[in-house]
C-alpha cells in the first residue's frame, strides 16, 4: 500500500490557519472599537475564554459541514458551496451568542465584522484549495490507483483523472493476468497501490470477487467500487439501519422536501422578477434591434423541451441563427454556418438565455438546475444512459452545475461528454442545496462576462 506521510499534518495546519485568521479579526475588532479596554488585563483575560468558544464552535460546526473533510475530487462549486453554508452558520451563532451574553467582544460591529471575515477566510482557504491543487498537478501528494473490469463507466473515470491532472491520481495500468491473484498482490506491492477502482459490471466469479476483497484488506488496499453507466440501481436507494441491519430504502431527493422546493421557487420568482425589471427591461431592446438589423426573422426562438418530470413545454431563446428547418432536429456543430454574427456573441455570452427568466416567472424552469436539451436529443440519449432521467427529478434551469464545470458543447467524444454531463446533473439532483445554487450563479456570472469557451 502506498504510504500517506502528510494529509493527517496538512488537515492541521489549514485548521490553525482559519483559527489565527479569526482571532486576528475578532481581536482588531475588539481592540479597534474598544480603545477604553485596550489595556484593561481583567478584560483579555475575560475574552480570551470567549475567544477559546469561539474556537471550539467553528471546529464543531466543521463536522457538520464537512469543510476539511476535502476529497481529492471537490470541485471548487463544491467547496465555495461547504464554506458559504459554514460561514452562514457560524455568523448565525455568534449574533445569538452575542445577544445572549450581553459580552463586549461579541457585540462588536457584527456586519463589517462578518465582511472581514467572510473576505479574509474565503481568500485564506481559496488560496489553499488552489495551491494544493497546484502541487497535485506537479504530481506531488498524489494517490497510486488501478483499474479492473474495463466498461464505459471506467473509461469515463480514467478519462476524468487525465484531465484533472489537480486531482493527483496516478493511474498503473495492470497488464498481467487478472485472474491471477499472486501477480495481481505483487503488482499492489511493487507500485504501491493505494486504491483498486473494481467496476461493478465485470466478468468475474463470485469466489474471485471475494478473494479480491480479502487480499486488498489484508494488504490495506483501499477498494472503491464504480457502479454501471448504464444501471441506476446505485442511485434509487440510499442505505439505512434499522438497529445494525441494514436496509435500502428508495431515495428521497432534497427538493423532495416542500420546504426546500418553496425556498428554491421563492428565490427563482424574486430573483427573476428582478433580472426581468432591471435588466432585461432595457437589455431586451437592444439585443431585439441586433437581431432584426443583422438577419431576417423573429427575434424570439421558442423551442419544445422536456421539463419537470419530462413535461413538454416551450423553451424561450434569443434567435442566434437564420431561419432555417433543421433548429429542431439538428444541434450546434463547430463553426456552424447557421450561426449569426451577433448571433456567436449572445451564445459565448449566454446573453441568449435571458428570455428563459420568463419560462422562470411560469414555473416551467428554475434558474438553477440541469440544462434542458433538445427533445430529439433528450429521446436519443435517454435508452442509452441509465440515470438520463433522473434530470428531470428536479425542474430544468438557465444555467447548472455542468455548465459551470465546463461540461457544455459538442467537442471530443460526445458520448462521453454527455455521460459526464448527466454524471453532474445526477449529482445536483442528489445534492442540492441553497448554497450550492448561489454558487452556481456566482460563477455564471464569472462565465458572462468572461465568456464561456465551451459554448459555440
Known sequence: MQRIRYSRYLKSIIILLDLMVIASIFIFFFVSRNESLKYNEETWYQNIFSLVLLFLFWVLLSGRTKIYNIPRNLTYTLFLERLLTHFLFF????????????????????????????????????????VIKYFRSLGINHRNVMFLGDNDSTEILKNIFKNRKDYGYRIFDYTGSEQNIHDLVSFWKKNGIHTLFLST?????????????????DNKIHISLIP????????????????????????????????????????????????????????????????KTTSKGPVFFLQKRYGFHEEVFNCIKFRTMVVNDESTTSTTKENDTRITKIGKFLRKTSLDELPQFMNVLQGKMSVVGPRPHMLSVDNFYKPKIGRYSLRSMVSPGITGLAQVSGLRGDYGDVEVDMKKRVLADSFYVRNWSFALDLVIILKTLLLVVGGDKNAK
Not at 439505512?240 to 432534497?254: D, F, K
Open 201 to 217: 459490471e465485470n466478468s468475474y466469479n463470485e469466489e474471485f470477487e471475494t478473494q479480491i476483497f480479502k487480499l486488498a484488506e
Open 91 to 130: 455568523i448565525l451563532g455568534v449574533l445569538l451568542i452575542g445577544k445572549v451574553s450581553k459580552n463586549v467582544f461579541f457585540n462588536t460591529d457584527i456586519y463589517w465584522l462578518s465582511f472581514y471575515l467572510l473576505t479574509f477566510i474565503f481568500l485564506t482557504k481559496s488560496l489553499i484549495y488552489f
Open 228 to 291: 454501471s453507466i448504464t444501471q441506476s440501481d446505485f442511485f434509487l436507494y440510499d442505505l439505512g439501519y434499522i438497529q445494525t441491519q441494514p436496509v435500502l430504502s428508495q431515495a428521497r431527493y432534497p427538493l423532495d422536501y416542500y420546504s426546500n422546493f418553496l425556498m428554491k421557487r421563492t428565490f427563482d420568482i424574486f430573483f427573476s422578477a428582478f433580472i426581468l425589471l432591471f435588466i432585461c427591461s432595457w437589455l431586451f431592446p437592444v439585443i431585439a434591434v441586433l437581431i
